[in-house]
């Protein structure tokens, strides 16, 4: 995966897959070891919860030490400024329109 092949604005990125990326002892260690680099080389946005209850950031900050490739790249994301905070209540347009897209 090269960087240029990703296309995407913004993206929510699982807590396994940043943790992954630093236990070779799980199957998709290889897969998210190269995805966190080529999110790191992108412009792609990193979207997390707008209100000061978000699941995912707490995620991440229970799950992720410094040290691991996970943490550096939030770090590096927040450094740079590609952190999005969004909401997560949607009107019921926007959630038919989320339902049809998946």
């Known amino acids: ?7 995407l604005i913004d993206a929510l990125i699982d807590t396994n897959v940043l943790a992954h990326a630093s236990n070779p002892g799980v199957t998709y260690h290889e897969a998210s070891k190269e995805f966190l680099n080529a999110f790191r080389a992108c412009n792609t946005l990193l979207c997390i919860d707008a209100d000061n209850e978000s699941l995912i950031a707490g995620e991440y ?8 490739l996970g943490f550096a790249v939030l770090a590096h994301l927040a450094q740079t400024r590609r952190v999005k905070r969004i909401q997560k209540k949607w009107t019921p347009g926007q959630a038919r329109r989320i339902k049809y897209l998946i």
């Open 1 to 7: 995966m090269r960087p240029a092949d990703f296309v």
């Open 61 to 68: 900050q229970t799950q992720l030490q410094s040290g691991m």
